[in-house]
């Protein structure tokens, strides 16, 4: 059964600095995605990456993906408060029909 | 071209209640994902659909709860005999293709059950 995992789960930090958050996922796929949520919203889709060593950027965030490693990095460059919700990665799980599988999420608050 | 539109926004039952929860896809969308969330957690996969098939139910409890995605119309999950712990939000997402060709979810508004 393909597990998600993400760390760190809350992250307080403060504007200007760099972050990262890690997903790690326990059985081969080479597409995962990135959603973010605001508080009491729905998610909204980041970034896709569908290939060993992918790297997507959106102004100060940047995704890449690892599939040897089965890890997912999300960067955080010089922070802004806008970037406070919760972050999601997801993986589709091969094995299992395609359905896609979510961690935890990494709350991330940043402080003015 | 509309989103992924769930209603009702807001449901509250009793115990004991039935609780229908509907998932208008987004147009040309065939592939329809249905997952829960508790407060401060993430989303827990229940079941993925298309059109009239069930690919996919191993997130989903075998005993009162169903789902459905008929040729016409939109996709239902169905909670009979509601229990407190049934209350969360239940987000619909949908994409045209399926996630084996690499696609993104669009995901519904979600439904916030309440079970009194």
């Known amino acids: 059964e393909l597990k998600v995992e993400q760390n760190p789960l809350f992250l307080s930090m403060q504007e200007g600095k760099n972050y990262t958050i890690y997903c790690n996922y326990s059985?081969?796929?080479?597409?995962l995605y990135w959603y973010r949520q605001d508080p009491g919203k729905s998610l909204e889709s980041l970034f896709v990456?569908?290939?060993?060593?992918a790297v997507k950027q959106e102004g100060r965030l940047m995704a890449s993906l690892d599939t040897k490693a089965r890890l997912s990095t999300l960067h955080i460059t010089a922070a802004v408060h806008d970037l406070s919700a919760t972050y999601f990665c997801?993986?589709?799980?091969?094995?299992?029909?395609?359905?896609?599988?979510f961690g935890k999420g990494t709350r991330l608050h940043i402080l003015p | 071209n509309a989103g992924v539109m769930q209603n009702p926004r807001h449901l509250v039952r009793r115990r004991g209640q039935e609780a229908r929860l509907r998932c208008s896809p987004m147009k040309g969308h065939s592939h329809v994902y249905w997952y829960r969330q508790l407060p401060e957690e993430g989303l827990k996969f229940m079941v993925y659909l298309q059109k009239e098939n069930i690919i996919d139910e191993s997130g989903m409890p075998k005993e009162r709860f169903s789902a459905e995605f008929p040729k016409e119309g939109p996709s239902i999950l169905r909670i009979q005999q509601v229990v407190r712990g049934d209350s969360a939000a239940y987000f619909c997402?949908?994409?045209?293709?399926?996630?084996?060709?690499?696609?993104?979810?669009?995901f519904g508004s979600g439904t916030q059950l309440s079970v009194l």
């Open positions: 059985t081969t796929s080479d597409r």
């Open positions: 997801a993986v589709d799980d091969f094995i299992g029909d395609d359905k896609i599988i």
């Open positions: 997402a949908s994409s045209p293709l399926g996630s084996h060709k690499g696609e993104k979810l669009f």
């Open positions: 990456l569908l290939s060993n060593g």
